[in-house]
């Protein structure tokens, strides 16, 4: 394991202090301290941590009066101030809660252990252990961060105060339990818990034999009483966890004094190196066996300080003899205290010993319980420990569903523990029934509780239970088996909605390989079925020895249906009529089943919907409603949800109800950018609302440095379409923009924030600076670059070296290891030059290094062929280095341990060849050519064809002697810039040995499709060397490119049967225009209109009798070119009109 200490803050800081409340002496509130060394140990992060004086004497006396835990809850009140949530002090009611044995308490009898309860935030728990050493707590609160403190080191006066978000964890923990340990364990259990939960009124107490090496006993002062007060510490944090989520607490020996040993040079225990490897297993148990008796102790551990290691031995052990007592926990940073050591390793090798296997998903052990995508986060997963499959870097401070049900059920089966009653009355979960939902639709999941004592302390925790291998590669809406949800935090609300409310209000309801710091949920998206558990935990305050819990289950079947959808207002003007729409789908099914929706309303963007505008109103897709006089707002929205199922979905963007003439621009869409783009489109709709009339002027700020930014139209005063273009972006850094659009008109102006993405090349991947993991030495070709670290990238994109197809070159690399640690190095070359690493064969593996300054990697020298296909022109080299325990590099990762850096590889073009075409014929188009380039562009010239229609298509080609060459011909039929579609591609066969002679399927017949788009398409021809495949959009190849331009008009069999005297005038016209038929006319007149690229905008039917006039207004309509078509259905012409 790579250790290294995160040194936080500076060591020179003075003190200074300030009382916190006049009328207590007991603490005082520091602004920063002076001994932060242990800071950094702990890796606390000082910004987001308190630091208290104690008046310990003070202290003492004060706790000395608290009564034993089983005292009379009422009659008895000792109540002391603690720092708690926010560095506030805060009261609890406390109570002396022993984890030693008693006749270990009279030994060491200024050891001992407390539970609270606090008077200030209703549900608040604590826990505090005491020693000369000074005291350690931590409160557990509803809907808060759990806050923990402890001495600063050496100063046992000194505090510090923080919760989970101001660590990072470094310190690993390898967690070498086998699963098959477990076998024996699942194969003989015969007795269950039912569905209930930890609910029988039964406190179930084991006697815990804990051992210490000699190092855990010198980190902690090097006596036996210094080394049992850190053991009180880390039990009565554990026993915590384990009493609340399901009854069970532990005792420490009467003689567990004889088994803390003080000497590493003579203590029964291996080094470090080997112990953490297995040998502490035996060697544990062999001492528990032979110093205390196998009848003395119902369940053993070994505490370690360094090695990063932990094994149970065994899997649900506890009371079997022999076994019981083979586990271990030793961090992998020095420092065998704190919450992480507590909670994150200790509970966890304790839970495997009581009967839990491993909860996380991101690869498979075969246990059935691996409900936690990736890494997971409760104390039976990997929070932190697992790269990109981290779902965060430190665990959470409870057991899943599944591990609380694997532990009582294996806990029915033993007799070595004590039971004593509890008085405090269970709570009884209700997970509700099951549901049919439609596929990509959110929902919410409700649940309820009941207890006779109260239900305000109780929280709620809802887990997918479904178990199955999930990572961040394969996590998505498509997976249709695992968990695709994570585990989150018991809170004090019964519901849950998936995904959070937040992202269905930012219309992100699906989720891919997400990264640390994600939801980790999303909506499925297929068929299938998920399984949930509603775990609900009592946290009311009494001094009963014990927790409660109770769990219920439930299963979800999403149908591969329509999603259940809102559509999306545009504006409401207060007094108006309007019609709220959705979309239902198939969600009234006999399995579905939803008849009836509520509808609310929003005016603060979805924090709240106070408004019912209907209850229980049918599921019928529109409901009609008058917008009451409710104030004017722009951030409205509607939530429609299932009166009789829990799903329900949410406007997609805010609206705005007024009652003045006003205006609004909404809708906002960005046309995604594709690799190079110099220029992004967006378009937005204008709407005007309640009589609003004047011009209103667009312009924009925020927008790059160096961009420009134009509309079109520039200004408008009715109600449409306008479209934003960025341009000059092709110098600009890729970054995330907000770009500020303004509307000014005389008495209103307006702003809207469009959040701009800019994303037009290769992805951003930077490392960070803490360590000197890093790149010494590239060379390739003609680049030679020696460099350090001066930050986790180096742009060398100024480097470039030239390279033909086709060749080889070696490329090697040098790494700093930063010590006797492994590196992993990879390179990519973006060989097609579409902006990604991730096409095959652009990645090189380097292989690792380890212990070097300036080494070579495994793999160096690496020969790479550029690749005949390789686009020609600059691209991206990309040379990554980490530190391999963290991971393999990835081409897109940041802050990693470890180093990026850039180049920049020509790939040179095959300019030499004269593989050519040298004659094209279709229709009118008979063009000959020789080859001057690898391109020409012939789109000046250009033929008609008619939709429906077969044309002969002839290609001459030269092979440039006694080669073959493949002819392929792409034509764009709908006109969508791609010639990707399927019917666009003809192949035009092969040619050998030939100058200027036909392909070997010329002519070929080609048919107009009958749908094809009316206007102007490109037809694109490509002759290559047959050794390589063709393409539609390759570069630099054996061959040459020619494109034309066709003119698609409508079928010629029902043009030449058109009207005579067909008049359309004025044309060009302003949108308005009339037009004239002569004739005797006695049908339905048609005139449909279809743009330039022959999608259809507009028609209308019109009764002739005789000569036909009619004027027809078109002011909606943009600037440009239209088709008009008339027709009888006997007679049809077409004409161009222009609308300026």
């Not at 008796?293 to 551990?301: M, T, V």
């Not at 694997?406 to 029934?433: F, H, M, R, W, Y």
């Not at 019912?612 to 409603?625: H, L, V």
């Not at 005389?746 to 890093?774: H, Q």
Request: one cysteine or more; hydrophobic letters at 35%; a negative charge.
């Amino acid at each position: 394991m790579k250790t290294k200490l995160h040194y936080v803050f500076s060591i020179a800081m003075f003190l200074m202090a300030f009382s916190t409340n006049a009328q207590n002496t007991t603490w005082e509130k520091l602004k920063t301290i002076e001994n932060d060394k242990s800071l950094s140990k702990f890796e606390i992060n000082k910004s987001s941590a308190s630091f208290f004086k104690l008046n310990s004497n003070l202290f003492k006396k004060q706790t000395e009066k608290a009564p034993l835990r089983t005292s009379k809850f009422k009659e008895e009140n000792t109540i002391i101030l603690l720092p708690g949530i926010k560095g506030d002090l805060e009261r609890f009611k406390i109570y002396e809660a022993p984890v030693f044995a008693p006749e270990l308490s009279a030994k060491f009898p200024e050891i001992k252990s407390y539970v609270g309860f606090s008077l200030d935030n209703s549900g608040a728990r604590l826990r505090m252990s005491s020693s000369p050493q000074g005291i350690q707590t931590m409160i557990t609160y509803i809907d808060k961060p759990n806050v923990f403190m402890q001495p600063i080191e050496n100063e046992s006066d000194i505090y510090v105060l923080y919760d989970n978000s101001s660590t990072k964890q470094s310190s690993k923990l390898e967690c070498k339990t086998t699963e098959d340990l477990s076998k024996s364990l699942n194969n003989n259990l015969s007795l269950k818990v039912d569905e209930g939960g930890g609910n029988d009124q039964t406190l179930q107490k084991f006697r815990i034999a804990i051992s210490t090496t000699g190092e855990y006993t010198n980190f902690h002062g090097g006596t036996v009483a210094g080394a049992l007060a850190a053991i009180n510490a880390t039990l009565t944090r554990v026993n915590e966890i384990f009493e609340t989520d399901m009854a069970v607490t532990f005792e420490l020996i009467a003689n567990n004094n004889l088994i803390v040993y003080s000497n590493a040079g003579t203590d029964p225990y291996s080094d470090a190196n080997v112990g953490v490897n297995g040998a502490w297993s035996g060697e544990v148990q062999s001492t528990l066996t032979s110093e205390i008796g196998e009848a003395n102790y119902d369940i053993g551990h070994l505490f370690g300080a360094s090695g990063g290691g932990g094994n149970a031995g065994c899997i649900g052990c506890v009371c079997i003899n022999n076994s019981k007592g083979s586990a271990f926990t030793s961090p992998s940073n020095g420092v065998p205290q704190g919450d992480l050591f507590d909670l994150d390793f200790v509970a966890h090798e304790i839970g495997h010993q009581m009967g839990a296997n491993h909860t996380w998903a991101f690869e498979s052990e075969g246990t059935n319980v691996q409900s936690e995508p990736g890494s997971g986060s409760t104390i039976m997963a990997y929070a932190g420990l697992e790269g990109s499959n981290n779902v965060e870097l430190n665990g959470d401070d409870y057991f899943h569903y599944h591990s609380i049900k694997q532990i009582l059920d294996n806990l029915n089966g033993k007799s070595c523990q004590t039971t004593e009653v509890i008085t405090n009355n269970p709570p009884s979960a209700d997970a509700g029934s099951d549901y049919n939902i439609p596929k990509g639709t959110p929902y919410v999941l409700r649940g309820a509780a009941t207890d006779p004592d109260g239900t305000d302390n109780l929280t709620y925790c809802w887990e997918q239970i479904d178990s199955g291998i999930t990572n961040f590669l394969n996590f998505g809406p498509t997976l249709t088996t695992g968990p695709m949800n994570r585990s989150l935090p018991p809170t004090g609300s019964p519901n849950r909605y998936i995904p959070r409310f937040n992202s269905v209000l930012n219309g992100d309801l699906e989720q891919t390989n997400p990264t640390l710091g994600s939801d980790w949920e999303t909506v499925a998206s297929v068929s299938r079925i998920l399984n949930w558990a509603l775990t609900v935990r009592d946290r009311i305050p009494s001094t009963s020895t014990g927790g409660q819990s109770s769990f219920d289950t439930m299963q979800i079947v999403v149908e591969d249906v329509t999603p259940f959808s809102v559509e999306n207002p545009v504006s409401w003007a207060q007094g108006s009529n309007q019609t709220i729409s959705w979309v239902v789908g198939e969600t009234t099914n006999a399995t579905i089943n939803c008849q009836n929706v509520n509808i609310l309303l929003s005016t603060d963007g979805g924090v709240t919907f106070p408004t019912i505008i209907a209850s229980s109103t049918p599921n019928d897709g529109a409901f009609d409603y008058t917008v009451p006089a409710i104030g004017d707002t722009n951030q409205a929205r509607i939530l429609i949800e299932a009166a009789d199922n829990i799903f329900y979905d949410v406007s997609d963007f805010n609206f705005s109800i007024s009652q003045n003439p006003d205006f609004f621009m909404v809708n906002e869409t960005l046309t995604p950018l594709e690799c190079g783009d110099s220029s992004a489109t967006f378009t937005f709709d204008f709407v005007v609302a309640n009589g609003f009339s004047e011009t209103v002027t667009f312009s924009a700020s925020g927008n790059p440095s160096g961009s420009t930014v134009s509309f079109s139209p520039t200004n408008m005063s009715a109600s449409g379409s306008v479209t934003m273009t960025v341009s000059n972006l092709s110098s600009v850094p890729q970054n995330d923009y907000i770009i500020t659009v303004t509307g000014t008109s005389t008495s209103i102006t307006k702003n809207n924030d469009f959040d701009f993405p800019f994303s037009n090349g290769i992805c951003t991947s930077i490392a960070n600076t803490e360590y000197n993991t890093s790149t010494t030495l590239v060379e390739f070709n003609t680049i030679n670059q020696s460099s350090g670290k001066p930050s986790g990238y180096s742009n060398y994109t100024a480097t470039i070296t030239n390279v033909n197809r086709n060749v080889s070159y070696n490329l090697r690399v040098n790494v700093n290891t930063d010590g006797n640690f492994t590196t992993n190095t990879k390179v990519w070359i973006d060989w097609n030059q579409n902006c990604s690493f991730d096409d095959a064969g652009e990645e090189y593996d380097l292989g690792d290094a380890t212990n070097v300054s300036n080494g070579t990697t495994a793999n160096t020298p690496l020969s790479i062929t550029v690749p005949a296909t390789a686009v020609t022109g600059n691209t991206t080299m990309r040379v990554s280095t980490k530190y391999k325990d963290d991971g393999l590099v990835t081409s897109c990762e940041n802050g990693f341990d470890g180093e990026v850096e850039d180049y920049t590889i020509n790939v040179l073009p095959n300019s030499t060849f004269d593989t050519s075409i040298n004659l094209v014929q279709l229709n009118s188009i008979n063009n000959a050519s020789t080859k001057v380039t690898d391109y020409t562009d012939y789109t000046t010239i250009s033929t008609e064809l008619s939709r429906d229609s077969a044309y002969n298509l002839t290609v001459n080609v030269s092979t440039e002697g006694n080669f073959a060459t493949n002819t392929k011909v792409w034509i764009d039929w709908n006109q969508n810039g791609s010639f990707n579609d399927t019917g666009e591609e003809y192949d035009l066969g092969i040619a050998t040995n030939v100058n200027n002679s036909a392909t070997s399927n010329s002519p070929l017949s080609i048919t107009v499709p009958v749908d094809a788009l009316l206007g102007t398409t490109t037809m694109r021809v490509v002759t290559g060397y047959d050794g390589a495949p063709l393409a539609p959009i390759s570069n630099g190849g054996d061959g040459e490119v020619e494109d034309y331009t066709l003119v698609i008009v409508p079928t010629e069999n029902i043009e030449q049967f058109g009207f005579e005297n067909f008049v359309v005038y004025p044309n060009p016209n302003n949108g308005v225009f009339t037009i004239k038929l002569n004739g005797s006319l006695n049908r339905n007149i048609i005139i449909e209109l279809f743009d330039s690229r022959g999608r259809f905008l507009f028609d209308e039917t019109f009764q002739a009798k005789g000569d036909f006039k009619e004027s027809i207004n078109l002011n909606y309509v943009l600037s440009g070119m239209y088709i008009l078509t008339v027709s009888d259905g006997v007679k049809k012409s077409l004409k161009k009109i222009v609308v300026k």
